[in-house]
């Protein structure tokens, strides 16, 4: 199977580049995907990207990578007083992790660290 066909994703860029160096230490080769560029599909390497960039896109495996507390949803979407703003910001996170996992076509998997996510929870 061709590197190209396993997809890391993260919800922000900074958690993108940590996973995209910890497997360059392990001599896998990477492929960021960020909003500058495309997917050379003839480029060898283990996709890496945010959330928001795999929308649209297609993967035989998509690993769903530090999907803790305090990361998915981000913070900022909870810090409103107003409860419909609170509801869509809420609908967003959930709709944004929703696409990335139904990016994968053969296996998905899904990761965190420490407490995982409310959305994790069942």
Same mark, same amino acid.
Request: charged residues 25%.
């Given at each position: 199977m061709?590197?190209g066909?396993?997809c890391?994703?993260?919800?922000?860029k900074?958690l993108?580049?940590?996973?995209?160096?910890?497997?360059?230490d392990?001599?896998?080769?990477?492929?960021t995907?960020?909003? !500058?560029s495309?997917? $050379? =599909?003839?480029?060898?390497?283990?996709?890496i @990207? %945010?959330l928001h960039?795999?929308k649209?896109?297609?993967?035989?495996?998509?690993f769903l990578?530090g999907?803790?507390?305090?990361v998915?949803?981000?913070?900022?979407?909870?810090?409103?007083?107003d409860?419909?703003e609170?509801? !869509?910001?809420?609908? $967003? =996170?959930?709709?944004?992790?929703?696409?990335? @996992? %139904?990016r994968?076509?053969?296996?998905l998997?899904?990761?965190c660290s420490?407490?995982?996510?409310?959305?994790?929870?069942?």
């Amino acid at each position: 199977m061709p590197l190209g066909a396993i997809c890391v994703v993260a919800r922000t860029k900074h958690l993108c580049d940590r996973y995209a160096d910890a497997l360059k230490d392990a001599d896998i080769p990477t492929l960021t995907l960020d909003a !500058d560029s495309s997917d $050379n =599909e003839q480029t060898d390497g283990v996709r890496i @990207a %945010t959330l928001h960039r795999v929308k649209g896109l297609e993967f035989q495996y998509m690993f769903l990578a530090g999907i803790n507390q305090g990361v998915v949803p981000q913070p900022y979407t909870r810090q409103s007083a107003d409860p419909v703003e609170l509801r !869509d910001n809420e609908f $967003n =996170e959930r709709a944004l992790l929703h696409v990335a @996992a %139904t990016r994968a076509v053969k296996g998905l998997y899904v990761s965190c660290s420490g407490a995982p996510s409310v959305f994790l929870e069942p």
